[in-house]
């Protein structure tokens, strides 16, 4: 039989473009072109507060913690935030259900 032609542009995994500066220029620019530079910046900061807290082994770490989501929460997460990103409601509320059961851990 006869191979038909691959004729689909590459598809690169977002950890490729991460790794690769130039490609990540690339990246953020076409966001900005599309006015959705929201999601960049949602994604590494997201992906940065899982490895930050990836283990939570003190009782500081864990306010910490519970600081950093409540500000990727209202940066991003919801209603009217600055750059608030498009998720399903049921993540949307996650995320508030979240900040108000840890809003007395701070003290």
């Known amino acids: 039989g006869t191979q038909e032609e691959n004729t689909s542009p590459a598809v690169l995994s977002l950890t490729a473009i991460f790794m690769h500066s130039q490609l990540l220029e690339m990246f953020v620019s076409h966001l900005f072109d599309e006015w959705s530079p929201e999601n960049f910046f949602f994604y590494r900061d997201a992906t940065l507060f899982l490895a930050r807290y990836n283990v939570v082994d003190s009782n500081r770490k864990l306010q910490n913690m519970n600081l950093?989501?409540?500000?990727?929460?209202?940066?991003?997460?919801?209603?009217?935030?600055?750059?608030?990103?498009?998720?399903?409601?049921?993540?949307?509320?996650?995320?508030?259900?979240?900040?108000?059961?840890t809003a007395g851990l701070e003290d």
């Not at 209603?79 to 900040?99: L, W, Y």
């Open 68 to 101: 950093e989501f409540k500000t990727l929460n209202d940066r991003y997460i919801k209603k009217n935030a600055p750059m608030q990103v498009n998720i399903e409601a049921k993540d949307s509320d996650m995320f508030g259900r979240h900040v108000g059961l």
